[in-house]
């Protein structure tokens, strides 16, 4: 047997490291043409609601005349059913391409319903649905149905820490349809431009007026902030609604974080003005508490929730805890308000309402 030199081991070595070389460089791009570009994502939801000291089924008076009186809840979007419900399936369809690409949200189930309440019957699947154009790392345009870009909390239980939702949230807009362009100043400062339908009016404009939008927005390894204005006539009538509001969380520790969200609201004076604060803390990789604490004043000459010129304080306290792809989430609310607007088991009425909900959100 011939006996192996120093000089063929070099050339050995130094062929087997071109060809490990090959062979790794092949492999990464094996992978990156094999990277799906169309993805399957979403979310399934149900929940348990019940009253402490409201009045928690249908009641119907018949004296003179009936009267039907629904049990009580917060005036607020989605979770407000007694005893088991479910919230929504929620199912999103996306495509991202070099430059181009296309989402398709649909949800099935009231919360869905609610959410897209402008919609068509037939239509009222569609949450969100858009194409997009990325021109460079500095502009990108998004045309078709999209969710607002104003507000703290989003239409998903899976993306809210919460699983109820606000006041500011409910009476924004949930929706938009039109044409945004979003730009990258640098590496921290965003904006945002937009020419739209009138809110929530997501399939077509059937009043032949627009709204404006526009964002600034900042954001860091720590957090971001982002300033939001919207603009334009909602009916047919003359006057325009103007809200501006401000969106901003930051991690102050590994393990606390703050969220705060303020908004202002007016159409020829009727609306509101509101500000929350989100305090969360992980107490462990698995569970973790956050409230939220919300005052909402509606307008002297115009409040549509509860009456003119009433305002309204409500705490929220939600645990979170997560198994999987599982999140459990027991929520206590306290909403306090000063007219009497909730009915009692009783009957009467009461000016706060105390409530529980247990809701339980799968993600994919």
């Not at 949930?174 to 937009?194: I, P, R």
């Not at 032949?208 to 603009?231: H, P, W």
């Amino acid at each position: 047997m011939k006996a192996i030199t120093f000089s063929k081991l070099k050339y050995l070595f130094l062929f087997s490291l071109i060809m490990s070389t090959f062979t790794t460089s092949a492999q990464e791009e094996e992978e990156e043409e094999e990277t799906p570009k169309f993805s399957l994502s979403g979310s399934v939801d149900a929940y348990f609601r019940t009253n402490f000291n409201g009045l928690n089924k249908s009641e119907v008076i018949v004296g003179g005349d009936q009267v039907s009186m629904t049990p009580a809840a917060p005036a607020t979007s989605f979770a407000n059913d007694p005893g088991f419900a479910f919230g929504m399936a929620n199912l999103i369809a996306a495509y991202e391409g070099d430059k181009v690409g296309f989402v398709a949200d649909l949800v099935f189930g009231p919360r869905g319903e609610d959410a897209v309440f402008l919609s068509a019957p037939a239509n009222n699947i569609v949450n969100q649905l858009y194409v997009y154009y990325q021109v460079n790392d500095a502009l990108r345009f998004t045309f078709g149905n999209f969710n607002t870009f104003l507000g703290y909390e989003v239409i998903s239980p899976a993306a809210n820490f919460n699983y109820s939702t606000s006041y500011m949230f409910s009476y924004g807009p949930f929706s938009h349809t039109g044409l945004k362009a979003d730009f990258s100043f640098d590496e921290n400062w965003t904006g945002m431009l937009a020419v739209m339908n009138p809110t929530d009016y997501t399939e077509f404009n059937p009043i032949g007026k627009y709204s404006f939008g526009a964002q600034l927005g900042y954001s860091n390894d720590s957090g971001s902030a982002y300033l939001n204005l919207l603009y334009g006539e909602q009916s047919l009538s003359d006057e325009a609604l103007f809200q501006i509001d401000l969106t901003t969380g930051w991690n102050l520790t590994e393990t606390f974080y703050l969220g705060l969200n303020t908004s202002y609201q007016d159409t020829d004076g009727t609306g509101f003005y509101g500000a929350a604060i989100y305090p969360q803390v992980s107490l462990s990789d698995s569970f973790g508490l956050g409230l939220r604490a919300e005052y909402f004043k509606e307008s002297e000459d115009g409040g549509f929730v509860y009456g003119d010129d009433t305002s309204t304080t409500a705490f929220t306290l939600t645990g979170n805890y997560t198994v999987g792809s599982l999140m459990i989430k027991p929520e206590f609310r306290l909403d306090s308000v000063s007219e009497d607007v909730f009915l009692t088991d009783n009957l009467d009425m009461t000016d706060n309402l105390a409530s529980f909900v247990l809701a339980a959100v799968y993600a994919f």
